[in-house]
């Protein structure tokens, strides 16, 4: 079982709409939880972070961590054409070592 | 706004030959760290680096590998002999403490796209 799993997408929506990215993974000792943009030919931008579990709200973005079932989602609401990207989940123990997804692809059309 | 930059963009090596990538990071930041990311997979941790030493390494980070802080504003990674698998994109990151210390951000730079031929 890999340690990080999220789906790769392509997610693709309407402008306007929610959007749920979500990913799970295996290790408990995760307590710090991220969530990365990266356009493209970029390097990877933190948007949200959380630890332990809990919500966490930024705007237009909510972060939830269900350490119990161990999942994590980020909610965009009211998508804009901008927000398409790679949002990239990134975890880590006790440690500076981020443990990242592979990455789910949004696209948000006009 | 302070960000982290790399040099160069983009580095074509021939299979055998050493490289060298560099990075300046965020000027009051204390801790440093390489990833890379080969095309179609995710980001891996590489190495951080804090107080002149590396704090931890991942499995990929064999001898080949070193890092270095020459001066008070560059962080370097070598890697003394390429191989084919080592094209990636590589990313260096800085952040003020580490994520245990409260600092939950850590700042990519733009990466460099190493090609190993």
């Known amino acids: 079982q890999k340690e990080v799993e999220q789906d790769p997408g392509p997610l693709s929506v309407p402008e306007g709409a929610i959007v749920s990215l979500n990913c799970t993974y295996s290790?408990?000792?995760?307590?710090?939880f991220m969530w990365y943009r990266q356009y493209s030919r970029k390097g990877p931008e933190l948007l949200m972070y959380t630890y332990s579990s809990g919500n966490k709200e930024d705007g237009r973005f909510t972060a939830q961590v269900d350490k119990s079932s161990k999942y994590i989602s980020l909610f965009i609401r009211d998508s804009q054409p901008s927000d398409s990207a790679t949002y990239l989940c990134?975890?880590?123990?006790?440690?500076?070592?981020?443990?990242f997804g592979t990455g789910t692809r949004l696209q948000v059309f006009p | 706004e302070p960000e982290v930059t790399q040099t160069p963009s983009h580095q074509v090596t021939q299979m055998g030959q050493e490289v060298i990538l560099r990075c300046v990071p965020i000027s009051n930041h204390l801790y440093f760290y390489w990833y890379r990311q080969i095309l179609g997979q995710k980001v891996e941790f590489l190495v951080s680096?804090?107080?002149?030493?590396?704090?931890?390494k991942s499995e990929i980070f064999d001898d080949q590998f070193s890092v270095e802080r020459p001066d008070g504003s560059n962080f370097t990674l070598k890697i003394r002999s390429t191989k084919l698998e080592d094209s990636a994109m590589y990313f260096c990151?800085?952040?003020?403490?580490?994520?245990?210390?409260?600092?939950?951000?850590?700042?990519f730079g733009p990466g460099t796209r190493l090609l190993v031929l």
């Open positions: 680096f804090y107080n002149n030493e590396i704090s931890e």
């Open positions: 990151a800085s952040s003020e403490e580490g994520i245990t210390s409260g600092s939950e951000t850590q700042y």
């Open positions: 990134a975890m880590s123990a006790n440690t500076d070592k981020l443990i």
């Open positions: 290790n408990s000792a995760f307590q710090y």
